[in-house]
Each structure stands twice: as C-alpha cells, then as structure tokens.
T-cell receptor
Framework: EDQVTQSPEALRLQEGESSSLNCSYT??????LFWYRQDPGKGPEFLFT???AGEEKEKERLKATLTKKESFLHITAPKPEDSATYLC?????????????FGKGTKLSVKP | NAGVTQTPKFQVLKTGQSMTLQCAQD?????MYWYRQDPGMGLRLIYY???????DKGEVPNGYNVSRLNKREFSLRLESAAPSQTSVYFC????????????FGPGTRLTVL
C-alpha cells in the first residue's frame, strides 16, 4: 500500500532557529511530491511541486528538496508567521487510495 | 479570481438528515475533488471528477454521492448523515487533470449529532 509519513508530528522553534521537516514515502509509481501549508480553519495552500530526485525549489524562507525516498522542507530563519501545519502529498499513478496521498502533517510553531 | 469556493462554512446535522455541500471554481479547471480531513489522519479522497461528465470513487466513498453539475461546480451529498461523517470537507480542483497541482477551497466543517 502506498504510504506517506511526515516527521516530526510537531516542531517548536524560536524565531531565527532553522530546521527541517521530513516526508518519507513508499509508493508504486511517483508522479510528483507536493508541499502545502495549512493555517487553522483554512484549506491547504500550495507551496511546491517536485518531480525528480535532486530537484530543489525555494520560496522566501522555505526550500524543498527531493530524493528517491524522501523530501525535506528546510525553513531558514523562521518567523512567527511561518507557524502552520505543513502537509506533504505524493502523487501516484493509479493508486487505490486516490491520485494524491497525504501525510498527516507537521505542526510548526515559531515563537518570537 | 475567487479560486475555489465552498458553501456552507459550517453545518450541524442530526443523524439521518441529508444535505449537499457545494463547491465552485473559477479557474477553468478540468478536474475537481472532494476530501475529508479528520484529526490524526491525512486528507482522504472521497470522490473526484477527472473532467466534466465523469465521476469516480476515491478512498472513502461510502455514504456519499457526487454530481458534476458543469465544469465549474461539483457537489457532495450526504443522503443520511451519520456521526462518523463529522469532519472537515475540502473541495479542490486541478487544471490539466489528475496529474496537475490541486488547489483547495476553505472547507466546510460538518458536525453530525
């Protein structure tokens, strides 16, 4: 069965303290890996799509990387407004669970 | 552009009641999706519509029906609500079908008593 695991479940950082979130996956046919940000009471907001191992994408303080088995979301010098739940999703070909398999998310809290 | 919109934002039902969740997108996307999000679980696909006129079951379709009314609108119906359907429901859409990035609406929080 296709699986996506995110770690840690929760992460507390001080403002300016850089860290990384992990998304590991086991899928039969990868067609892309997606990162979303979700604020409380709102829908997921698209951040990045990665398609092949070695690919990297950046947006402000966020940088996403992809290997054959996992993806990292690096947060450099975070600010309180970066506090949110970050969701990883893996696109699969013909998956029985649907074409986009989501992890459970990492809840990030950044304290000033 | 409003993107993906959903109505209502909140709803409380009694067991056995029925209701329809509405979703519309103004991005001219071909594909639309319904997910549910429960505490401690990832988003799970209920139904999707790859293109206008087609619908398919996702991972958790039992107890739900859908209608792709036109290219813009995709509704989710609960015929006889159960407490297990208490959840937050999200609609999403993607441009070029199932392999494209999905964009989500703000969600509907449903409680079934």
């Amino acid at each position: 069965e296709d699986q996506v695991t995110q770690s840690p479940e929760a992460l507390r950082l001080q403002e300016g303290e850089s860290s990384s979130l992990n998304c590991s996956y086991t899928v039969s046919g990868l067609r892309g890996l997606f990162w979303y940000r979700q604020d409380p009471g709102k829908g997921p907001e698209f951040l990045f799509t990665l398609y092949s191992a070695g690919e990297e994408k950046e947006k402000e303080r966020l940088k996403a990387t992809l290997t054959k088995k996992e993806s990292f979301l690096h947060i450099t010098a975070p600010k309180p407004e970066d506090s949110a739940t970050y969701l990883c999703a893996v696109g699969v070909y013909g998956g029985s669970q649907g074409n986009l398999i989501f992890g459970k998310g990492t809840k990030l809290s950044v304290k000033p | 552009n409003a993107g993906v919109t959903q109505t209502p934002k909140f709803q409380v039902l009694k067991t056995g009641q029925s209701m329809t969740l509405q979703c519309a997108q103004d991005m001219n996307h071909n594909s639309m999706y319904w997910y549910r999000q429960d505490p401690g679980m990832g988003l799970r696909l209920i139904y999707y519509s790859a293109s206008e006129g087609t619908t398919d079951k996702g991972e958790v379709p039992n107890g739900y029906n859908v209608s792709r009314l036109n290219k813009r609108e995709f509704s989710l119906r609960l015929e006889s609500a159960a407490p297990s359907q208490t959840s937050v429901y999200f609609c999403a859409s993607s441009r070029q079908g199932l392999e494209d990035t999905q964009y989500f609406g703000p969600g509907t929080r449903l409680t079934v008593l």
